[in-house]
């Protein structure tokens, strides 16, 4: 197993409380042996001008999904998780309904961690985006 510890989606729910993925409508599906997963959906919140889904909101999913899955990764009470560099391959748009981001590791080290998100959409299964966050593990103060 990759995490820290074993973690399931209601162990999760924590990280509902007053941030960017509540404000957009993420919720946490699906916690497996080395992935994490996790919906949006498309909406008045996630959509651009034109009525597709924003590209930035695809990073915030991938974001969030990334620094949580390498919290899991470390103990909580001695490191904490800061993002330095995301980028986001958007393949096709999508004008309503739900997109389902999946999170692996491409790698993880003491201090970096690379993750890998793809981002599907939840009625067809088409891909929508591919994104890569690279977060660095913090030792926390005492």
């Given at each position: 197993m990759l995490w820290f510890k074993p973690y399931s989606v209601e162990d999760l729910e924590g990280f509902r409380n007053a941030n960017m993925g509540t404000h957009?409508?993420?919720?946490?599906?699906?916690v497996g042996d080395d992935y994490l997963k996790a919906s949006m959906p498309v909406d008045h919140r996630t959509?651009?001008?034109?009525?597709?889904l924003h590209g930035g909101a695809s990073c915030v999913l991938s974001e969030t999904l990334?620094?949580?899955a390498a919290w899991m990764?470390?103990?909580?009470?001695?490191?904490?998780?800061?993002?330095?560099e995301i980028n986001a391959?958007?393949?096709?748009?999508?004008?309503?309904?739900r997109v389902i981001g999946t999170c692996k590791p491409f790698q993880t080290g003491r201090k970096l961690h690379v993750w890998q998100t793809e981002i599907h959409e939840e009625a067809t299964g088409k891909l929508v985006c591919v994104s890569r966050l690279s977060v660095m593990?913090?030792?926390?103060?005492a």
């Amino acid at each position: 197993m990759l995490w820290f510890k074993p973690y399931s989606v209601e162990d999760l729910e924590g990280f509902r409380n007053a941030n960017m993925g509540t404000h957009v409508g993420i919720r946490f599906e699906e916690v497996g042996d080395d992935y994490l997963k996790a919906s949006m959906p498309v909406d008045h919140r996630t959509v651009q001008p034109f009525g597709i889904l924003h590209g930035g909101a695809s990073c915030v999913l991938s974001e969030t999904l990334g620094s949580v899955a390498a919290w899991m990764c470390v103990n909580p009470d001695e490191q904490m998780i800061v993002g330095i560099e995301i980028n986001a391959n958007h393949i096709r748009s999508v004008r309503e309904g739900r997109v389902i981001g999946t999170c692996k590791p491409f790698q993880t080290g003491r201090k970096l961690h690379v993750w890998q998100t793809e981002i599907h959409e939840e009625a067809t299964g088409k891909l929508v985006c591919v994104s890569r966050l690279s977060v660095m593990i913090l030792d926390k103060k005492a």
